[in-house]
């Protein structure tokens, strides 16, 4: 079982930056892909980014590929998304999950989710 518990929201600018971290628990952080998903207000879960177990494989949604990098540190058992040219429609809820699909997109691959960090850009 992963326990994962993300970090690092907050209030930006829009055209800002700012990165958010997963922290799980648990020996097995490595065996399992992991993925950020976000939710607006008033809106569903939507898939953001995902990356393999080794780090060797990432996806984006299209709406962030090019702005967003996923990344991890499987020595600190950290997932991070690093989010460049922040716009007001980036405003969510973020969430990181852990699944042993390698670039899944789906909500319904994931097995594990933390709890959510807010991130909120302004215009």
């Known amino acids: 079982q992963v326990q994962l518990v993300e970090s690092g929201g907050g209030l930006v600018q829009a055209g800002g930056s700012l990165r958010v971290s997963c922290a799980a628990s648990?020996?097995?952080?490595?065996?399992?892909?992991m993925g950020w998903f976000r939710q607006a207000p008033g809106k569903e879960r939507e898939f953001v980014a995902t990356i393999s177990w080794s780090g060797g494989y990432t996806y984006y949604a299209g709406s962030v590929r090019g702005r967003f990098t996923i990344s991890r540190d499987n020595a600190k058992n950290t997932v991070y998304l690093q989010m460049n040219s922040l716009k007001p429609e980036d405003t969510a809820v973020y969430y990181c999950?852990?699944?042993?699909?390698?670039?899944?997109?789906?909500?319904?691959?994931?097995?594990?989710w933390g709890q959510g960090t807010q991130v909120t850009v302004s215009s």
């Open positions: 648990g020996r097995t952080f490595s065996s399992y892909a």
């Open positions: 999950a852990a699944t042993y699909y390698t670039g899944s997109s789906r909500l319904d691959k994931y097995d594990y």
